[in-house]
């Protein structure tokens, strides 16, 4: 397993940008595919964005396509997201996860996950 520490999150306004950052720890990190996650109060956790481990294959939910894009720097072991045009329904707190293979929407088949970070956008 790896771990993961998420980073970025904080209070913006609707329009704004942030950019979350994941950094890795694990020998074999760069043989993971990465995925965010979000979670807000009373809801399921969903998927938002994943990258297989060579960085050539991404998803983005529907929700935040064209606005959210997911990035990794094998050199650093740190996976990305850029959060652009922000809406107040993107309030939640954003988990970063791993899982070896590729890359899956299904929270339930990652077994490594970041404590997450908060994001609210105001309206």
């Known amino acids: 397993q790896v771990q993961l520490v998420e980073s970025g999150g904080g209070l913006v306004q609707a329009g704004g940008a942030l950019r979350l950052s994941c950094a890795a720890s694990g020998r074999f990190f760069s043989a993971y595919a990465t995925g965010w996650f979000r979670q807000a109060p009373g809801k399921e956790r969903e998927f938002v964005a994943g990258i297989n481990w060579g960085g050539d294959g991404t998803a983005y939910a529907d929700s935040v396509k064209g606005r959210f894009t997911i990035s990794r720097d094998g050199a650093k072991n740190t996976v990305y997201l850029q959060m652009n045009s922000l809406k107040p329904e993107d309030t939640a707190v954003y988990y970063c996860?791993?899982?070896?293979?590729?890359?899956?929407?299904?929270?339930?088949?990652?077994?490594?996950w970041g404590q997450g970070t908060q994001v609210t956008v105001s309206s």
């Open positions: 996860a791993a899982r070896s293979g590729s890359y899956s929407r299904d929270p339930r088949l990652f077994g490594s």
